[in-house]
């Protein structure tokens, strides 16, 4: 079946440690994008990625690095220097069609993330 | 800027029909979506307007006017799993394929 694994579901970590979330799709869509989403909130953009070896910044890209080393993966590295990590964590991806303005975001379960 | 207003949250009967509504101050945008999320869910995809107008499937439809810079979703014949939270979201106008969310309006469907 094709679609978006997140690893894990759960995490938690001390403050102060980088954690790397994992995001893997097996979908051959070109655009990954990860998103943050805090409770009773809407989704905020990371970062996303159209294409292998090359990701640009989201509206809150401060305290998270990212890499696209291959079309199936986009692992999200939360640093220490976010300030607030704790949140849902959410990865997704589509399929980029030239001419096309416009394509769904197929979504991960999510990792919730918790810093103790 | 950009942004996307919906109501916090929206309650209704089961069997009955609900409006969410979106306004955005927003422009340059190619269409406006929606998607639902169950609690501790992932989003999927409900519908896209690319054009004003009304955008049926099975019991939702979606409509926008650009000139009022106005979008709804309608849900029919609600039963008890549509409870979940529903975001409008616009595709911006570059390259990019971004979506720029809505902070979501949370519907409670009652017996």
Known sequence: DGGITQSPKYLFRKEGQN????????????????YRQDPGQGLRLIYYSQIVNDFQKGDIAEGYSVSREKKES?????TSAQKNPTAFYLCAS?????????NEQFFGPG????VL | GQSLEQPSEVT????AIVQINCTYQTSGF????????????APTFLSYNALDGLEETGRFSSFLSRSDSYGYLLLQ?????????????????DSSYKLIFGSGTRLLVRP
């Open chain 2, 12 to 15: 209704a009967v089961e069997g």
């Open chain 1, 19 to 34: 954690v790397t979330l994992s995001c893997e799709q097996n979908l051959n869509h070109d655009a990954m994008y990860w």
């Open chain 2, 77 to 93: 014949e609600l039963q008890m799993k549509d409870s979940a939270s529903y975001f409008c979201a616009v595709s911006w106008m």
């Open chain 2, 30 to 41: 190619y269409g406006l979506s929606w998607y639902q999320q169950h609690d501790g869910g």
């Open chain 1, 94 to 102: 589509s399929i980029t069609l030239a001419g096309s303005p416009y």
């Open chain 1, 111 to 114: 990792t919730r993330l918790t």
């Open chain 1, 74 to 78: 986009f692992p999200l590295t939360v």
